[in-house]
């Protein structure tokens, strides 16, 4: 009896899944191609980046975990604020609500499809570095961070669109962006933790950023702040955080957007 | 008759106002319930707490057995939805809408895709299935969404105004769907202010007004209960002064349209012996004579007009 009921969980849970993933593949179709997400998962970081290193005198070596850092962060937090905006203006969300989806499916269908954009975008610069010639001393380390990142930043972005319940796509977008952007100021994308004065070694360490960028300089350099067990660790603890509170956090706001 | 929907002392307040004050209804299986009512009135909220969308405040509501708070997966599977506005995804194309839904149905692909097709022919939408809806007219919006409702071959369909600003073709269209789909035995929930499409499609009624149900019953029982409405048309071959015929017992209101006089009675057969013996006395010919019940739309006017003014 108890094996019956347990099965049965397993099925709702897996058919739940599925339903998730229907959910991500329409935002990927629907969400990648549009204007603010092109510029502020893509050509924004870019350019912040380039502003950053032209003109000074860095290795490859030395560019490639501030680069993947940035990649990895800002292509996974790109779209995810914006969705539950955009679909509560076109009263899309209210179609997904009524459907026999449960409402962490529906959310974790938008968490998958910034993953898979992230996953997917991070390795045009993976692919460029091993191209010219940047040796990777640990990729299955990088490779684990990569996911583990990729997921707890596409958790966050959405956890973003939380609060307030709008449907005006442009004020989450600027305000994610007031907390995105000190993240990757603080996180040692641009200068390694261990040259950071101390109360910004401090800050650093409350940003999930900060412990990915330390395993891509751990990944190809062979150096990192903290051991690769505590960033690897701490990425998980954010990951499942930013999850289960962006879960949460709009089931509880979700009734605002139909009021 | 089996219950598809069972609504008991439902009631959703926002702030201080009160949107659906403790109703309770029930619609049959396999019947056309036409849920009517003024802007306002309550007929949105209701049927988003049907579907699920929101929760009420006090009160359940149960849909084919399935209560939507306690079992909305169950409930929200055998429902088809067509919303007041419509809610395709424009920057997909209809096939991908559809497949969307389907998926969010757990429908299987092969059936799917035969489904979406047969629906899409059926719409007269086959030829436009790889265009995006961003490019669709509000006709073809509304036909999308009634195919999207049906992908899941649903057991109950709710329409929130399903005609509402359609050119004639597509509103005839719809209309045909839907009593085609009863016929099948779907229960279908219609919300409408089109009273002579509630008056030809649905079996029962109920009007809604503030909040509360004004009154709930088949169009013909609630046209024949609004007694004060019922009305006798005459014409006399030449004209007379309308007071002399105000004198008679039992007419409340007399109305005077081009060359026909209208008397509103509680008694139509009394009202009649008496413009008779009128027209005796005064030596005058009846050219016409009709006994009129009254329309849905004088019922839901007089209905919610007296709640209004209560």
């Not at chain 2, 396999?30 to 049927?47: C, M, Q, R, S, Y």
Request: charged share 20%; net charge neutral.
């Amino acid at each position: 009896m108890r094996d019956d009921q347990a099965m049965q969980s397993i099925n709702i849970f897996w058919e739940q899944l599925k339903r998730s993933f229907a959910i991500a593949k329409k935002d990927i179709r629907i969400y990648y191609s549009k204007g603010p997400v092109v510029v502020f998962g893509l050509i924004f970081p870019l350019f912040l980046f380039l502003a950053f290193t032209i003109g000074r005198n860095l290795s490859a070596r030395e560019l490639f975990p501030g680069l993947i850092g940035m990649t990895v962060f800002f292509t996974a937090t790109s779209v995810g604020p914006a969705i539950l905006p955009w679909e509560t203006r076109s009263k899309t969300l209210e179609r997904l609500v009524c459907s026999p989806v449960s409402t962490w499916a529906i959310f974790f269908g938008d968490i998958l499809a910034s993953f898979i954009f992230g996953v997917l975008v991070s390795l045009v610069p993976l692919g460029v570095a091993l191209i010219i010639g940047v040796e990777i001393m640990d990729l299955l380390v990088l490779s684990l961070g990569m996911i583990l990142a990729t997921f707890c930043f596409a958790s966050l972005s959405v956890l973003l669109s939380v609060y307030p319940p709008t449907d005006i796509p442009a004020t989450v977008m600027m305000l994610s962006s007031l907390i995105k952007f000190p993240l990757v100021f603080i996180s040692g994308v641009f200068v390694p933790i261990e040259q950071l004065p101390e109360w910004a070694k401090i800050a650093a360490s409350l940003s999930p950023l900060t412990y990915f960028t330390d395993l891509a300089r751990y990944a190809i350099n062979g150096i990192s702040y903290y051991s690769v067990s505590v960033d690897l660790a701490v990425l998980a603890t954010f990951m499942l955080v930013f999850l289960v509170s962006s879960v949460k956090l709009h089931e509880k706001f979700l009734p605002q957007r139909f009021s | 008759m089996s219950v598809a929907v069972v609504v008991h002392n439902l009631m959703k307040r926002y702030g201080d106002i009160i949107a659906v004050d403790h109703i309770s209804f029930e619609v049959k299986q396999a019947e056309i319930f036409g849920f009517l009512g003024p802007n306002g009135a309550g007929k949105t909220t209701t049927i988003r707490i049907l579907t699920g969308i929101i929760k009420p405040d006090e009160g359940t509501a149960t849909i084919m057995e399935h209560d939507i708070g306690k079992e909305p997966l169950q409930a929200k599977q055998i429902m088809g939805i067509v919303p007041e506005m419509s809610n395709a995804y424009i920057d997909l194309s209809a096939w991908n809408n559809l497949m969307l839904i389907g998926e969010l149905y757990g429908v299987p692909k092969k059936q799917r895709i035969e489904r979406a097709n047969k629906l899409l022919e059926r719409f007269g939408l086959y030829d436009r299935k790889d265009q995006l809806v961003r490019g669709f007219s509000k006709g073809m919006k509304q036909r999308l969404i009634l195919c999207m409702a049906l992908i899941n071959e649903p057991a109950i369909l709710f329409l929130d105004e399903p005609t509402s600003g359609l050119d004639v073709e597509s509103a005839k269209m719809i209309r045909e769907i839907i009593m085609e789909l009863n016929s099948a035995g779907a229960t279908v929930f219609l919300t409408t202010h089109n009273m002579e499409e509630a008056n030809k499609l649905c079996d029962r009624i109920a009007i809604i007004n503030h909040g509360m149900i004004a009154a709930i019953d088949t169009p013909e029982n609630l046209r024949m209960k609004s007694s004060s409405l019922q009305s006798i048309e005459v014409s006399f071959d030449h004209s007379l002064n309308t007071n002399n015929l105000a004198k008679i017992p039992c007419v409340k209101q007399i109305e005077k349209m081009g060359d026909k006089i209208k008397l509103y009675t509680s008694d139509p057969g009394e009202t009649l012996n008496c413009i008779m013996d009128y027209a005796r006395s005064h030596n005058m010919r009846i050219i016409t004579l009709n006994t009129l019940a009254p329309s849905l739309e004088e019922v839901f006017l007089k209905l919610t007009q007296t709640k209004r003014e209560g």
